[in-house]
């Protein structure tokens, strides 16, 4: 009887503890109405390495838009290794006296600007004072010369003196005119102007101004260096002043020797300086050098670029871009470019919901287009809307993946 009991308890508890579990597991299911309440769960897009499927039915599908690649007209562009202003050796010159002598006086401050002609310095010599006298001697016995030959054409006429005189008088005449040229030339080549040599045959001039000479700029210029001082004694050799226009400047710039066939003559040029980052100065190839630097394997070009307001100056270094003419060129839109580290990547469709993640290699560029030059194919369909959010989705899958994209 008594064990009849014990059996009768544990029966009683294994029953009650069933009850309970059974109890405690019903609690824990979600009834009918809340299975029907609860929202789907999203399917997460199906990523493989390189490759992004999304599920029918995504909202990112509508936000996609496609373009095609495809051969455009680009003009393209060429950068120079490196580039510096000069002056235009053209409007370029170095000025020194034509005589000896000591400077008297110095008109001409560095950094002026000079008109053609006007003084820059005054110079004593007593060589140039001799030439002068040399004119003046030389002009006097031309009149006495020509008188006489004048008399002597008139006599020879009437009879009155035979042909070995009037020959003999004719003679005296050409002598005369051959060394009063020849005084005269002296007077040009010593840097007299024409006006000065009338007013030197017109009037007789003061003693102190026979010996000086005046030192001219040559053009319209800027004095960009003075080596000269008052009290000092010069000669012909020393370069005392040098002027530039400045309104024009060469730029001399480098390019590598693959691009030899691509330079011409006349192609456009833009031209930037650091102390003008925001600036563009617009120009033309004037000369490309006939020889490779052996050390760089490089060809020096020559620029001209307008300077009217004076902004470029000598020895500054340039920035360099040469504009060629059109070409027809592989293209994709700017907006198809996605960037991840420092690899430039599109997505390319393979389907209406099966995109591929593609590294592409790009070249010169416009507002709207890029020239590729590796990485898809003519024909291929690049996202150029909703690409961010393919790139997305793309590095969360392959992070789940534990993988680099």
Known sequence: MASWKAISSKCIVRLAVAVATTAVSASCQPTQDETQKRPPQAIPPATQAGVIELPDGSSMLSQIHTERVAHRSMRMSLKAQGGKILPNENRLAHL?????????????????????????????????????????????????VE??????????????????????????????????????????????????????????LPHAEVAQVFLRAPFSSEIIER??????????????????????????????????????????????????????????????????????R??????QIPNSDRRLRPEMFAEVTVRTQEQSVLTIPRTALQQVGNRTMVFVTRGSRRFEWLEVTIGESSNEYVEVKAGVKEGDEVVTEGSYALKSEALRGQMSMGGPL
Do not use: C
């Open 147 to 204: 008188k006489a030959f004048e008399r002597a054409k008139a006599l020879s006429a009437e009879g009155a003196i035979g042909i070995s005189e009037y020959q003999r008088r004719e003679a005296e005449h050409e002598n005369a005119k051959a060394e009063l040229y020849a005084a005269e030339e002296k007077l040009h080549l010593l840097g007299m102007s024409e006006r000065e040599i009338e007013r030197l045959s017109a009037e007789r």
């Open 298 to 303: 490089t060809v020096t070009a020559r620029l």
């Open 96 to 144: 020194g006296p034509r005589v000896p002598g000591r400077i008297v006086a110095v008109y001409a401050n560095l950094g002026d600007r000079v008109q053609s002609g006007e003084r820059l310095m005054l110079l004593d010599s007593p060589a140039f004072g001799e030439a002068q006298l040399e004119y003046r001697k030389r002009r006097t016995a031309m009149r006495v």
């Open 227 to 296: 080596n000269a001082t008052v009290g000092e004694v010069v000669d012909s050799s020393k370069t005392l002043f040098t002027v530039a226009d400045l309104s024009t400047v060469w730029v001399r710039a480098d390019f590598p020797e693959q691009q030899i066939s691509t330079l011409k003559t006349g192609l456009a040029v833009e031209v930037r300086v650091a102390a003008y980052p925001d600036t563009v100065f617009h120009g033309a190839i004037t000369y490309i050098g006939a020889m490779i630097d052996p050390a760089t």
